[in-house]
């Protein structure tokens, strides 16, 4: 299973760090990817990484987050910088199986999901 951590709350402008570690040992990276969804919204993608580092992001979180992957922790982070109001909402992590270098920026494809860290940022 994925396991989140580091949601929090933050003022507008600020910054997190939430993570993601895959607790089995025999996990072998496939892309991953970070979502969210706010309130009364839809679940949405908000970057990819594939397993060679190809990462691809969400035009409302481009220039501002970064996702990345640390393969001695197996840890999938995203720095989140210059939060805004509209960020807020529940972060997931989750894995694509079916895929592993060119990660498609779709909900549907990925089929492993952790339980998801809340993120709040206020004016």
């Known amino acids: 299973p994925l396991v989140e951590s580091g949601g929090g709350s933050v003022q507008t402008g600020g910054s997190l760090r939430p993570s993601c570690v895959a607790s089995e040992d025999t996990f072998i990276r496939p892309c991953m990817g970070w979502f969210r969804q706010g309130p009364g919204k839809v679940n949405e993608v908000v970057a990819t990484?594939?397993?060679?580092?190809?990462?691809r992001y969400a035009d409302f979180v481009k220039g501002r987050f970064n996702i990345s992957y640390d393969y001695d922790k197996k840890t999938l982070e995203l720095q989140m910088n210059s939060l805004k109001v509209e960020d807020s909402g529940k972060y997931y992590c989750?894995?694509?199986?079916?895929?592993?270098?060119?990660?498609?920026?779709?909900?549907?494809?990925?089929?492993?999901w952790g339980q998801g860290a809340q993120v709040a940022v206020s004016s």
């Open positions: 989750a894995a694509d199986t079916s895929r592993w270098y060119t990660c498609e920026l779709i909900v549907n494809y990925f089929n492993k």
């Open positions: 990484i594939g397993k060679d580092d190809n990462t």
